[in-house]
């Protein structure tokens, strides 16, 4: 019998592993908080045991936003005012774009580009691939947030107050609207209606298509991070020590806990715990339905980035320069990694890794 007839099989059967091999270990494509929800729910499991760096990229200032994952590459800003992208798997740089001025908020993916704001005032989109400029739109004031995007717009708020709904494709104002206070946070969205957080301490809900206020609800000081949608409710913490839980349609406080510091996190919502970092130290999980507190975790400073979940795992950072994994369920630690500073970028998870900024100008993939 002739041996090809068997051999040509085979190699079949090989390359198809093959193949499987590497869709496994591609990474999955990311943006900022997992979500526009901004659930902090990633679709991969990140390492339970720390085997260490994968690779480290540098940067020339403190890294503050969260960096992404689109087609097998790493995307990031820095404070040196500097979009990087480095090869996921080998950790090789492939370009960097100056964009003049910090960027403290995270890179934002629409098809092919990306949508990065600065402090200068300025929103850009820049291919991903080529790490050219295709367009920039200047608001005038300074802008902290992370661009929103969705059904082709992108959505963006300032330090003057504004939230601008800018053309994703072509840079152009569709319509903005006016708020009490800056505005240094991202939005998020549920049920077509925006959340958006202000300086001075308000909550607000406001129509997508356009900018219409909905409803509002003031807290007791600053809010400084993103609202969490999911389930119908609005969750977020604010400077006055507590986090509150507030109905998406109505606007009503369904419940608030009080926590042992300022609350400057985002927060992530899985297993049916909402998880937060405060600035005692610690990182709460509550019942996202009652409110009640589930867990508790240490740490040696205060905890201002946001928790990011992968599988059974919450990922978050503090200002004792460690990066901590804990469990899910019980907040039992599983490991920390050191970095060079303070931690206050917020983690994703991608790839069965997990990648983070930190204030040593340094980004960190560790596996």
Known sequence: MNRSFFALPLLLISLLINLSGCDRNKPENTMFRGDTAHSGLFKSEGPRTLKGPAWVAPSGYAIVGSGITLNSTVYFGSMDHKLYAY???????????????SILGTPAPFKKSLLIADNG?????????TGKEEWKFSVG?????????????????????????VDAKKGTMIWTAEFSGPIGAAASVGNKTLFITTVRGVLHAVDIASGKPRWSLSTGGEIVASPTVGDGVVYIGSR?????????????????????????????????LVIFGCDDGKVYALDAASGALKWQHPTRGMVNGSPAVGGETVYFGSRDSHLYAVDLKTGNKLWDFKAGGW?????????????????????????
């Open 121 to 129: 005032g300025m929103l850009r989109s820049i291919d991903s691939t």
């Open 141 to 165: 004031a300074e802008l902290r947030a992370t661009p929103l995007i969705v059904d082709n717009v992108a959505y963006i708020g300032a330090m003057n107050g504004n939230l601008y709904a």
């Open 87 to 101: 090869d996921f798997a080998g950790g090789q740089k492939k370009w960097e774009f100056d964009a003049g001025a």
């Open 343 to 367: 931690v206050r970028s917020s983690p994703i998870v991608a790839g069965k890794k997990v990648l983070f900024g930190a204030d040593d100008g340094k980004f960190y993939v560790l596996q």
């Open 240 to 272: 006055d020590r507590k986090f509150y839980a507030v109905d998406m349609q109505a606007g009503t406080l369904k419940w608030q806990f009080r926590t042992g510091n300022e609350v400057a996190s985002a927060a992530a919502l899985a297993g049916g």
